[in-house]
T-cell receptor
């Protein structure tokens, strides 16, 4: 089954304790992205990757890191989480055609993060 | 730069009534437009997309949307609401139409649809 998986689904942590949220897709997609969803703000892009070893900042990258060492995986790293990073996080992936994206993005089920 | 505005953060309709969720976009080039749905405690799922073919786009679950360039709109409709349609709906525009750009999605803030029995 074609899917995007995220782990963990729920996480409660404390300020300053490094954490990683994993994202994996089995569709051989070139493009992957991380979003955060907050009430009243919709989805905002954190980081994205056009292919292996190619990453770039989205709209709200501060406090986050990513890496893309393999095509299928795109982990999100919070080196020193703070309470304002409490949010619902989504990973997504998509094909990439001729330098531009025309296809839908497939979303993971989300990771609800609480930073105390 | 592209942007998306969804009018109404909450819309409530009765079961069987018309659903109309509004989306206006701003884009300097022909856009690619999407509607996604998010059911409670789930990820986003594509409802339909416009990629410069037919202006009336049919999606899943009986939804459709019409691209109107003159109005820069892409409103989502369904003739008869079901209880199962209760969810949050997001309109999005892709900057991929610029050609050679990243093709990122810019989302509206979402509209929560409630369906009353």
């Amino acid at each position: 089954e074609a899917q995007v998986t995220q782990n963990p689904r729920y996480l409660i942590t404390v300020t300053g304790k490094k954490l990683t949220v994993t994202c994996s897709q089995n569709m051989n997609h070139e493009y992957m992205s991380w979003y955060r969803q907050d009430p009243g703000l919709g989805l905002r892009q954190i980081y994205y990757s056009m292919n292996v070893e190619v990453t770039d900042k989205g709209d709200v990258p501060e406090g986050y890191k990513v890496s893309r060492k393999e095509k299928r995986n795109f982990p999100l790293i919070l080196e020193s989480p703070s309470p304002n990073q409490t949010s619902l996080y989504f990973c997504a992936s998509s094909r990439r055609l001729a330098g531009a994206i025309r296809n839908e993005q497939f979303f993971g089920p989300g990771t609800r993060l609480t930073v105390l | 730069a592209q942007s998306v505005t969804q009018l109404g953060s909450h819309v409530s309709v009765s079961e069987g009534a018309l659903v109309l969720l509004r989306c206006n976009y701003s884009s300097s080039v022909p856009p690619y437009l999407f509607w996604y749905v998010q059911y409670p405690n789930q990820g986003l799922q594509l409802l339909l997309k416009y990629t410069s073919a037919a202006t009336l786009v049919k999606g899943i679950n009986g939804f459709e949307a019409e691209f109107k360039k003159s109005e820069t709109s892409f409103h989502l409709t369904k003739p008869s609401a079901h209880m199962s349609d209760a969810a949050e709906y997001f309109c999005a525009v892709s900057d991929g139409a610029k050609g050679g750009s990243q093709g990122n999605l810019i989302f509206g803030k979402g509209t929560k649809l409630s369906v009353k029995p």
